[in-house]
């Protein structure tokens, strides 16, 4: 299992300190603050928020949000209502995507065409990386 960084300060060094309720414990080296894998995965939602918050002013709708990220489309609904969050009417192109492993990716960054008039967004997703690309200039 890898190490947490710090919730608190976001310190990349925390020890292990124990086992609460099931859960591995850690103590932040340089501020001791302690926390749970619990509060991680409390981390990992909100940086799940904001992606599927991204994709969808990208363009992309929610049952896309939900194939690509694995959160379910009701919930991306809520956010997007809870946050008040709202995407333009009509684009004058269409967002496509690609998930690429960094090797596919390093692949496809040395072609220069490949960057080219693209409006290109990189985003991590897990251990590969989703790049999103407006075709908005092939098409007109
Ligand atoms: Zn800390």
């Known amino acids: 299992m890898e190490k947490p960084f710090c919730p ?15 859960r591995q414990r850690f103590k932040c080296k340089k501020c001791n603050y302690h926390f749970s894998v ?4 409390k981390g990992i939602d909100s940086y799940y928020v904001v992606k599927a918050l991204q994709l969808y002013v990208e363009g992309i ?4 949000i939900e194939r690509i990220l694995g959160v379910s489309h009701v919930s991306v ?3 997007v209502r809870q946050y008040k969050i709202k995407a333009p009417e009509q684009y004058d192109y ?3 995507y690609k998930v690429l492993s960094h090797a596919e990716l390093v ?3 040395t072609s ?4 080219q008039g693209s409006g ?6 897990g251990d590969k990386f989703m790049m999103i690309k407006w075709e908005r200039f092939k098409n007109s």
């Not at 608190?8 to 099931?22: D, R």
């Not at 619990?38 to 995965?41: C, E, M, S, T, W």
């Open 61 to 64: 709708s929610f049952r896309e």
């Open 112 to 115: 220069k065409e490949n960057l």
């Open 38 to 41: 619990n509060k991680i995965g």
């Open 8 to 22: 608190k300060c976001n310190h990349p060094k925390v020890v292990k300190s124990g086992i609460v309720g099931g």
């Open 120 to 125: 290109m967004l990189l985003t991590e997703l």
């Open 94 to 96: 269409r967002p496509t």
């Open 77 to 79: 609904m809520n956010w």
């Open 107 to 109: 692949k496809f960054m």
